[in-house]
């Protein structure tokens, strides 16, 4: 999500360097209302990189200012005040005067005891549509709508399109410059338009919900804006069987997030959570969402990658992970959207239905048929180690162990990992040696 720093000391708390209230609150916006207040403030430009920089001043000011004078009552809506009143600058300015009429409402100074926020509509999915317009660039689309919608920083967004960060911001500032030269309209298309762009809607959706679970789940608690989203897709597209399959995924996922970590803040693999820990009212739900895509007869990869959650959920209730069912769901999915996530997984279950060996074997022929990506690919590496170390390959298994700790962000995984290499570098107990 959008970083911020406490580069002032004055918002850490007394004597402890941690964060302060003030930073605390500028934080919490950052993260739950970055993309709401974007979209508010791009209504009326259709200028994201505008909108952007003036968001990213108020919070700038809020940093230097709430640690003296005190966290306002209603953080959100002084930060779009703020935010407005420098945007209503930036239009009055010499260089747009030359070139814009004024406008008497969009120049009328913001008072933020005029604010309510949450009574202004959210309009997040116009600005997702606007960016899934066909002047954009396909390819950029949905790394655009994670960016300005969903708030992740382009270094977030590169590394999940497996792209340097400066690739990927040079790509976003052109596709925000595109959207403001072509003068794409802020709104919801018509229907044929809005079937249309909804593919790289759902994309986005999908990208969040990875990015926040790939994260670990210290870095915003499930069920997050993803869940929120594919939610108001389902509302305006109840018909698309893509968009219920997607907030079954998400909300599969989510049921399953007070079990990822234990109380060592180690994660936990899904063949190992405690099932009473699932939450089943989410489970419940995205069945209901499932049934109802199954009933459209339209098969396609949200809803397949479902099905696999909602088959390992299964666990929960008759105890038996049914992995040849899982097996043949992960061949149809590797068919239909193949992806080097996909073969990965496809190899994993392989391993648990024909043995470590076929699945390793389909593991390596993977990564090299990938190339340079697929060895930099961490799921990958994660995979390899586990299948090593179930074969007895000890040395291999830990130096595999290694390379995947040194891709793995999430602090939860990286101990998971860590431990898994202690475990294998410990040499064989002796038959007579008693257990501890």
Known sequence: ???????????????QGEPGPAFRSADSAARDSYGRLLALLA????????????????????????????VPDNPDAWLLAVARNRLRDEWKSARAVRTVPLDVGQDAPVQIDDLDVDAIPDRRLELMLMCAHPAIEPAVRTPLMLNTVLGFTAEQVGRAFSMPPSTMATRLVRAKKRIRAAGIPFRIPDRADLLA?????????????V????????????????????????????????????????ELSAARAPARVDVDGRFVPLAEQDPSLWNPRLISRAHEHLRAAHARGQLGRFQLEAAIQAMHCARGVCGTTYWQTLLTLHRILHTVEPSLGSGV????????????????????????????????????????AHLLDRLGRKEEAVAAYENAISLTHDTAERRYLEHCRDRASQPPRRPDTPRT
């Open 211 to 250: 990015i926040d679970w790939t994260s670990g789940p210290q870095a915003r608690p499930l069920p997050s804006e993803a869940l929120h989203l594919a939610e108001v897709l389902t509302t305006l597209v109840p018909e698309d069987p893509e968009a219920r399959g997607l907030i079954a995924l998400i």
């Open 345 to 384: 997984a496809l190899a994993a279950v392989t391993a648990e239905v024909d043995g470590p060996t076929a699945g390793l074997a389909a593991l390596d022929a993977l990564v090299a048929e990938a190339g340079p990506h697929g060895h930099r690919f961490q799921p990958a590496k994660a995979t390899r």
């Open 43 to 70: 209504a009326s430009s259709r200028d994201l990189a505008a909108a952007q920089d003036v968001l990213a001043d108020a919070f700038e000011r809020a940093l230097r200012t709430w640690p003296s004078q005190g």
């Open 1 to 15: 999500m959008v970083a911020l720093t406490p580069g002032d000391e004055r918002a850490a708390g007394p004597g």
């Open 197 to 209: 762009r909804m593919a790289s809607v759902l994309e986005a959706v999908y990208g969040a919900y």
